[in-house]
């Protein structure tokens, strides 16, 4: 599967195993998933699990200050007893206070917490979406580089056919998973290289 003497043609060193030079970093990584922005750096074999913690530790910051976000608002209605209130509307008719107004007036007395409760919402989902792909891919021993490169493959060489019923179904299979655990276990327990020095004569 990996030529014992396969070299990169741009850095002419030997080339890991599912490696890939990286443009940015300008060096061949290892089991290289993509270059980060965020920690300016390649995530690869070695730190995988760092970047996984990382994420988790992000999501849960955003949904903690969501949650208290909410939880100070919702205080804030309760103590104040705005919900039994009520107001005149533009035809002098008296209303109760309902979940639309009350929602116009915590807007409007406290924009900033509702544009940080809202960007922290919006905030939560997308990293939880994020990090759920990619537990999803340590799972079942699969990189972002890997995972990209197969949909473009298979949509170069089995294109869809909607009004084909006859054609072959196409299966990918991946052919680095060993298990789930034994999957997991690479990437939060990856088996360090050993270099046995030459016993001199």
Request: with cysteine; aromatic share 14%.
């Amino acid at each position: 599967m990996f030529p014992e003497n396969s070299r990169c043609s741009t850095c002419d060193l030997r080339k890991p195993a599912r490696s890939k030079h990286c443009r940015v970093c300008d060096r061949c990584v290892h089991r290289f998933d993509h270059h980060c922005v965020w920690v300016n750096n390649c995530i690869g074999a070695w730190n995988t699990r760092y970047f996984l913690i990382y994420l988790l530790t992000l999501t849960a910051s955003a949904a903690t200050i969501a949650i208290l976000s909410a939880a100070f608002l919702v205080r804030l209605v309760a103590v104040s007893d705005l919900y039994q209130d009520t107001y005149i509307d533009d035809l002098g008719h008296v209303q109760s206070v309902d979940t639309v107004f009350l929602i116009q007036y915590l807007f409007l007395a406290f924009p900033r917490i509702i544009f940080l409760l809202g960007f922290v919402m919006v905030l939560s989902l997308l990293l939880a979406g994020y990090l759920c792909f990619l537990l999803y891919l340590a799972a079942t021993n699969q990189t972002t580089n890997e995972w990209c490169k197969r949909d473009w493959a298979w949509g170069q060489h089995c294109p869809l056919v909607a009004w084909s019923t006859s054609a072959e179904t196409h299966i990918y299979q991946n052919m680095h998973s060993r298990g789930f655990w034994s999957n997991l276990h690479e990437i939060f327990l990856p088996a360090i290289p050993c270099y046995e020095e030459k016993k001199k004569n």
